[in-house]
């Protein structure tokens, strides 16, 4: 178990100490959890009154609630401090480095220091591992493959040949990265021709992709996903998508061939996005959202067709008042209807 | 081939034999397939006149149907009694018990009795396995995980370290559990800084869990997944979120961070739960269903945005003739205009 | 580096070549990327302009566009032909026949000639593998499966047993075939109830399955996904479905049990197909259709509840006016008081 001062951990937050800089602090819970020894966090007024009655040793606030009674930590973001506490006291799961002799490692690899590669593992020939890197059980790294340091593949990931993973990678089980895309093209008989898929996929440094991710290689050239770009679970890339830098993609999105995702945008869970579509930076579409046109930067859209998301709201709220609709539009056919009779 | 006299038979489903009990079985098959030596069943009134043309040795009836001519075992579900009776005539797959040499099992695991262990299968350290568990080959049960008497892992699970498997629960193939959640928070760059996933995820006795699902540990705390759920294939289930007891969750369905889904509720293909959404008890919701707010229990809902079922079949049936209510309106518009000249 | 001389090009494209049939080939890019030594295309008149310019040293076009100065061959279909002509110069990836000592290899396995199996694959008993077929890393196959010439099955796939693959089929990473469908039946305490899944899966000739597709075997006799269908990632298909031959089925669409989908069937992304429905040959389904009800061949539809494409057309674009579609309602119910309010 991990302990540190509290002055200790005011100083690695950047914070200001009010209080009892020796306390010992062994975790960090919820307002509702900590005790003796635990710190936890107010991450807004919502919370104050929890605050008050927390029996934590000590909190992490913002600057507007210094005044509660207790060992404070004063910084600007406390949620965002909270992530950083907790990442104090997270387990270290590295493992211990080394290269398991039930591993096979293909020939003309270039391997860096403090590397772990668990037992069954399978790396193809030409394939470059930079320091720190790990490789969890069942993992499969394709020849002539790069891997950047300290990025970590867990169990079963699959990386197909002439695939690129920046530095600082976490890419979650079961995500299989540079598969053949989908495309075909009809023959004569009406039959799908495979199109040869050539292209690879390259994966900038910081980025971390969810559990069962199917991300295809490009038909020529590349896929592309950008720095400090987060996925979820279950997310589909079509071959020559580029997601820009630091975009968060929720569970079960569906991005289509070539299409083209700005920096900062977040596609909320089981998003559909057609294929050849550019979505600006700094976007948000909503949970469930069709896009099937281009979208601008900056802007908040949702539904089927895409609309802004004011807009679609409006629309869910009439859509859920048709029948009333449809009542009234029969109402005022009988009224015009005895006003014709009144007047003819 | 097994082989079953009717009499044996209809002791087991706990049915009345109406017709010799000397008879030998050896399949169930569907009413129009059943040959001789198979029994067959009639689920409802519909099949009444198939029943009565089937070549089946005999048949599972409900008490109304007792007059049908043929061997019967009457019973009050007739559809229940097949499954049971298919159960007895399933094919055993359960494998010899033994621990494959090309496994690899960490220190200090407790391995129970009867345990199949397939070649590549990896054990991380501190693992408890109880009585009969089986894990076929490539799956990965990460350290201080633990799984209960009779439990199943088909090929490539992957448990992450921390995870707890009751007794008798199944998990299909590629499945991934304990994964880290979708947690971050944005720093002062704007990039998304990572909230350690430090909880982990609970599996209760009896579950089933499809091929390719996603279940998230949790933040803190844990994933909740209660007895007797089964999910299909393709599921997301995020992190911290509880599925109650006996619940169904159908392929493709996406749920939200620390939703908490009742017990004995019904979610269908590809619905969607927003974030912290409670579904009361008993509840149902249809298919693609856009969960995004509580729902009270023993109710029957669809749609986005989610509303009663009757009410969201009546907006479907309008929103498909919105083209005619358009047209409806302009003629309305064009009848008060004319009133309107012929008062003024 | 490949290498052909452009008549040889020509003439296994089976085109006519207008130009130096003597020019060295080495790769096939598109119009902007092309330079010396590299092909091109011309797939519609809209890269007229493209092709003037292009620095490609040939172009394939199609007899409308014979007039372009540069080294051409022309066929009937340029984009067909591409793919033909990508195919030519793709990077063979068949790895060397060969069965690693890190396999494993069940008992009464019949085996054919210039098979690939790498290490850490499981092969269970009684299986049938037919000449030159490869099985990646990690690959699973349950006993008595059988996988005809040629078939390659990527890093991860898992069979379960009795599944039956035809020739020349390709399965990518991480897909399951053969998991139990979701059958169950409610018992006296409306707990689920397994039903055994004692059928299976068959796979015909010349099928694409993408990564991670979850197809489930049939409760009684078998799941078909049949001849020359191709598959996208992230894929439901549930037990006793059948998928007619040509059959395009694109990213995360679900369909349920016993569904049959015709032959030359398109069904786009993300769209979900209700249990025991049937959709006839050669009908395209849009993006995130949800096919609740039978469909009729030669048809194309959208939208939930699914329709006429067209007609969906016109109701996503009334349904975007929907509050203007309420105010006009309002206006008129005003006019129509003024109206009665003068004549009574």
Redesign the interface.
Known sequence: MKELILGEIARRLGGELLGDPDIRIHGI??LD?AQEGQISFVASSRFLQLAEKSQAAALIVSPAHRHIENNLVVVE?P??A???C??L???S?EPTPGISK?A?IGENCRLGRDISI???V?VGDEVELDDGVTL???V?VGHNSVIGEQSVL???V?L??HTRIGRRV?V???T?IG??G?G?????E???????Q?GCVRIDD?V?I???N?I?RAS?GRTWIQE?V?T???I?I?HNCVIGA?S?I???V?I?GSARIGR?VVLA??T?V?QHVTIGDNTIVG??G?V?KNLPPKGTFSG??I?PHT?WR???????R??E??K??RE??D??AQ??G??S
Do not use: W
Not at 314 to 320: L, M
């Open positions: 819970r919820g959890e973001n949620y965002l909270y992530a950083r907790a990442a006291f997270a387990p799961e039930l096979h668990f037992p069954m399978f969890y059980p069942h499969y867990h169990p079963g699959v197909y040949p976490i979650h089980a079961g299989v598969s053949d989908f075909y093209v009809m023959d004569e009406n039959h799908a021709f495979k199109i040869p050539t910081d971390e969810g559990a069962l199917a295809d020529m400090g987060k979820d679970n279950l589909q079509g630091h968060l929720i569970a079960q569906g289509s900062h869970g089981q559909g057609a949970g469930r069709g099937s089927t067709p609309m807009k409006q629309c869910q709220v009439i859509f859920a048709l029948p609709m449809r009234k539009i005022l056919e009224k015009i006003l014709e009144k007047i």
